[in-house]
């Protein structure tokens, strides 16, 4: 052979061969806008339209009669799907774990959750919009309609944190055969107690909005507390006709003082999910996995607490659980964790791509 022909041929191998082995280990994401009609008429503004991030794993191209797992993956309040992509890795963590066979090629679905008070828990509301019906419906049908997706309970998992956290707990008690297999992140809101309670002085901050001048006063000085408190009363306690806030408060401020409603309170309380195992506790024993993570330096002191709470009260209904309890702060080993635990935990219970 000429040596010149030769050479050519090294070069066109050198030249294709690098693209292909890319091609093949490594997925992509599409942004997509969704139609959101749960969101119609909402009090708040949010759009009824709305933003995803989707990861197509490595080989959706390549088998286009191939069909995936679903994982949906829901962030925490004040954040968007940009925090998986950007801060946590999501994309890079999925080819790892895809190559070195940890979990089976999934579809990774990341929705937006906010609104204008940071977000809407995933839970339906008459004020904030139907967000547990949004990701039920709205999403998982769009995802179903335009890619291919194995359609069925088995196949679909959720992982949340933080407010993420919350929304996949919720989800997995209100929306029964629709995920198999559940992960909650350092979730929030899974009871009322330490700095989520009342006594916390941010509820009097948040109670004392009168208007829109207001929660931009508390957003520019940075007041974590009251404006996430007005997302989560909105969520949890909303009143459409108690403007300007649209949501029922079960307490009174008296000269500065946090005075309780009973009934009103009581109503409050059965919101969060300690509260409801009892009810949910057939459907919880039928997921194929269930799991919280929670670390011991957490900076929000309720979502230990809760998260302890919510493991006695599954283990009192006999609902089988795992409960993982590390060093580390609210956000320091997301990544980490994401990769090494909740990730290869949660695909290991999901069915294959077929």
Not at 9 to 31: D, H, K, R
Not at 82 to 110: C, F, H, K, Q, S
Not at 171 to 191: E, H, K, N, Q, Y
Request: charged share 20%; glycine share 10%; with cysteine.
């Amino acid at each position: 052979m000429p040596r010149l022909l030769f050479a050519l041929l090294l070069l066109v191998g050198a030249t294709f061969a690098p693209a292909t082995s890319i091609a093949q280990t490594t997925g992509q994401i599409v942004e997509v806008a969704v139609p959101a009609p749960s969101f119609s008429g909402n009090l708040l503004g949010t759009p009824d339209t709305q933003n995803a991030a989707i990861y197509l794993p490595p080989s959706y191209d390549q088998e286009p009669q191939s069909r995936y797992p679903v994982i949906v993956l829901l962030h925490g309040i004040f954040d968007d799907y940009g925090v998986w992509l950007e801060n946590v890795g999501v994309p890079g963590i999925l080819d790892r774990l895809i190559a070195t066979g940890d979990v089976p090629e999934p579809i990774v679905v990341m929705p937006n959750g906010g609104n204008r008070y940071g977000g809407g828990f995933y839970r339906n509301s008459s004020v904030s919009g139907d967000w547990a019906d949004y990701i039920a419906e709205d999403l998982l049908g769009f995802v179903d309609e335009n890619f291919r997706t194995l359609v069925s309970e088995e196949s679909r998992a959720i992982v949340g944190h933080s407010m993420g956290g919350y929304g996949a707990i919720n989800l997995a008690i209100t929306r029964p055969g629709l995920f198999s297999t559940v992960w909650a992140m350092s979730p929030c809101c899974l009871a009322a107690t330490e700095d989520l309670s009342f006594g916390n002085d941010a509820w009097k901050r948040a109670a004392a909005v009168s208007n829109a001048e207001d929660v931009q006063q508390l957003i520019d000085a940075n007041d974590f507390f009251p404006i996430a408190f007005l997302g989560l009363i909105t969520a949890f306690s909303p009143a459409p006709d108690a403007a300007p806030i649209h949501a029922d408060f079960p307490f009174e401020v008296v000269r500065g003082e946090v005075i309780l409603d009973g009934p009103a309170y009581d109503r409050y309380l059965d919101a969060f999910p300690v509260r409801q195992i009892s009810q949910a506790r057939e459907n919880l024993r039928d997921l194929r996995g269930l799991a919280l993570d929670v670390g011991l330096d957490d900076q929000f002191l309720h979502i230990p607490t809760g998260a302890l709470a919510l493991s006695q009260q599954l283990g009192e209904e006999r609902i089988p659980h795992r409960l993982d309890v590390y060093d580390g702060d609210h956000r320091q080993q997301v990544s980490e964790r994401l990769e090494t635990v909740v990730l290869p935990w949660v695909g290991g219970r999901l069915e294959a791509p077929q």
